[in-house]
């Protein structure tokens, strides 16, 4: 099957470049060619998608998502009613959304089992590609310890997403080569507290270096990279020590941190909008106070953290972690990467080419020869003007290995 996408423009997000009257020609769901219309050759038998009126771009990828999250707020009632088989379902929901936003790759920060992905790419429901990294790994009393204070639970190992409550240096062997067992993609570990987590503090750093250490090595020797969850100075210094590849969040980077970054080539995902979520969904009544506590002290520090980042030129790949906002409203994280000063063509490449070599996903976040044919449009210059990526309704086209997932008439 061949398909030719004509449009009035194409974005290249690596060169900034953008070609008017535009094509893009997928044969069984990879590109084969892209460009202006008049130096492309169209296969005669090709089926016509008409985009006439958007410009073309890859699909976005988001690096840090959580499908089976359910992004309305933080019930602990709700959670212990929430049966595990419903929690799973929750992702197929999200992966439309997501899809539905624009986003045709994602990288899942943990919650979701390999199933979700294997699931997708059979076609039993439609969502993004996916990477998942199933269980995010923390200390006791961290910030995956869904052990109360009362001695419920909440976190029961299952057997496709092993406990995430890990302490010691053999252990975090065991653990990391369980959750490659399970599927993961990516390992995630949290190398410092967190906002939604009752028991510790976000500049609180967590895991030792040596069971930092740990995991990355069990990782690597498998061919996988270690993502951290890493707020604090200390644990972000840690994590960047150990030799994990992406930091998350990152609210309290300083100079030091930043040099070990860039030295080391390492990506940070800022997930700017996950704390005004928060405290969006506390102004709804939707979250317990001390996460609403915690949210408020740390949203500046946030800002002026990323802001230093994004000055010093350190590698910044999209990432929401939606699962704590709603699904879907994953664009809305552009403009704020803007407002602390990102270029918009910068913007686009973090959730396009620099996300792609972030969590080292193959054939996205471009349309060369060979890659997926997974391309979104908008009704303009999406450079000119971010906004058309932060809404879902903004984005009127989604194509996915060249079939149409989302085509909305023009507005
Ligand atoms: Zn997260």
């Not at 000119?384 to 085509?407: E, H, M, Q």
Request: proline share 5%; net charge negative; aromatic share 4%.
């Amino acid at each position: 099957m061949i398909r030719a996408i004509n449009a009035d423009a194409l974005l290249d997000p690596g060169s900034g470049e953008l070609a008017r009257e535009a094509v893009v020609v997928i044969e069984d769901g990879h590109v084969t060619k892209a460009g202006p219309r008049r130096s492309v050759q169209v296969p005669r038998d090709a089926e016509a998608i008409d985009a006439s009126g958007l410009t073309l771009l890859p699909g976005l990828i988001d690096c840090h998502v959580h499908f089976t999250s359910l992004g309305e707020g933080l019930d602990f009632a709700r959670e212990l009613t929430t049966p595990p088989t419903f929690e799973l379902m929750r992702a197929i929901r999200a992966a439309r959304l997501t899809l539905d936003a624009g986003f045709t790759s994602v990288r899942d920060a943990a919650g979701s089992p390999a199933g979700v992905r294997m699931a997708i790419d059979a076609g039993y429901f439609p969502g993004p590609r996916m990477f998942v990294s199933v269980s995010a790994l923390s200390q006791t009393g961290g910030h995956t310890d869904a052990h109360f204070m009362c001695g419920a639970d909440l976190d029961i190992p299952l057997p496709d997403r092993p406990h995430s409550v890990v302490d010691g240096v053999e252990a975090m062997r065991l653990r990391v080569r369980e959750v490659i067992r399970a599927g993961a993609d990516w390992i995630k570990l949290c190398t410092s507290g967190g906002v939604l987590s009752p028991g510790d503090q976000p500049h609180h750093s967590a895991l030792t270096l040596d069971e930092i250490k740990a995991a990355v090595d069990e990782a690597a020797v498998q061919g996988r990279k270690v993502m951290a969850h890493a707020q604090a100075n200390a644990g972000i210094k840690n994590a960047l020590k150990a030799g994990v590849a992406t930091i998350e969040h990152g609210i309290w980077l300083d100079g030091d941190a930043i040099e070990m970054m860039l030295d080391g080539g390492n990506a940070l995902i800022p997930t700017l909008i996950a704390p005004h979520w928060v405290i969006r969904h506390a102004e709804a009544g939707k979250m317990p106070k001390y996460a609403i506590e915690k949210a408020r002290a740390v949203i500046e520090d946030h800002r002026s953290s990323i802001r230093l980042a994004i000055e010093s030129g350190v590698k910044i790949a999209f990432g929401t972690d939606t699962g704590v906002g709603p699904h879907g409203s994953n664009g809305e994280e552009f403009l704020l990467m803007r407002e602390l000063g990102m270029a918009p063509i910068d913007c686009i490449r973090a959730a396009t080419t620099v996300a792609a070599e972030t969590i080292g996903m193959k054939g996205v976040g471009k349309l060369e020869p060979g890659a997926w044919g997974d391309v979104i449009g908008v009704a303009g210059d999406p450079v000119a003007d971010l906004t058309l990526l932060s809404k879902p309704d903004n984005v009127r086209l989604v194509v996915k290995g060249g079939d149409v997932v989302k085509a909305l008439s023009a507005a």
